[in-house]
């Protein structure tokens, strides 16, 4: 059964560093996401994506942040200066369309630690 | 401001009860609900999705009902078994976004 991939698992890094979170969604889907749950609280929606551009973000997704899908299978999450906050587990997910009327699918996360 | 509560947080029950997990949300204007399982350290399971115009999904041991006017989803899960043992969130979606509860965690004894 197709399934999205995520890599790394577990990622530390120090505050002030870049770090390139990166994500492989289910094959013919067109539509991605990111979210992150920080530990004990609620899952988070960061971004959504379709045909090459951000189609919805929420206000956690603010210039630290960028999302690209660099080739034709990766979809990538990139904070540019990471701060202690940010230590969360970040989820991918993909749609066969539009979140509005299709499951969204997702990824097993990549645990990031801010240290 | 969509908010989404789950209750009960936590729930333990033997194995082979039935039981109903609750999702609430606050604004109606919601174009789907879409039912999660989350074991621990892990990512999320699609469940269920039911769209707004849906009354009710089923999968197996599962239905999920929705209520959209009342704001009120149920997940049922039939003749609980201890590998159904996992946190089960909610989510609604919205035109913004994708709006989760805090889940309930379900403990199935044998």
């Known amino acids: 059964e197709p399934e999205v991939t995520q890599t790394p698992s577990h990622q530390v890094t120090q505050m002030g560093q870049e770090v390139i979170l990166r994500c492989v969604p289910i094959?013919?889907?067109?539509?991605f996401y990111w979210y992150r749950q920080i530990l004990g609280q609620k899952v988070e929606f960061l971004v959504s994506?379709?045909?090459?551009?951000?189609?919805?973000k929420s206000e956690i997704f603010d210039d630290q942040f960028s999302v690209e899908r660099p080739d034709g299978s990766n979809f990538t999450l990139k904070i540019r200066s990471t701060k202690l906050e940010d230590s969360a587990m970040y989820f991918c997910?993909?749609?066969?369309?539009?979140?509005?009327?299709?499951?969204?699918?997702f990824g097993p996360g990549t645990r990031l630690t801010v240290l | 401001k969509q908010e989404v509560t789950q209750i009960p947080a936590a729930l333990s029950v033997p194995e082979g009860e039935n039981l109903v997990l609750n999702c609430s949300f606050t604004?109606?204007?919601?174009?789907?609900l879409q039912w999660f399982r989350q074991d621990p350290g892990k990512g999320l399971t699609s469940l269920l999705l039911?769209?707004?115009?849906?009354r009710e999904q089923t999968s197996g041991r599962l239905n999920a009902s929705l209520d959209k006017s009342s704001g009120r989803s149920t997940l049922y899960i039939a003749a609980s078994q201890p590998g159904d043992s996992a946190t089960y969130l909610c989510?609604?979606?919205?035109?913004?976004?994708?709006?989760f509860g805090a889940g309930t965690r379900l403990t199935v004894k044998p």
């Open positions: 997910a993909s749609s066969a369309q539009g979140a509005t009327s299709n499951e969204q699918f």
């Open positions: 094959s013919n889907h067109l539509y």
């Open positions: 994506f379709y045909n090459n551009e951000i189609s919805e």
């Open positions: 604004d109606s204007a919601i174009y789907n």
């Open positions: 039911i769209q707004s115009s849906q």
């Open positions: 989510a609604v979606r919205t035109w913004h976004d994708m709006r």
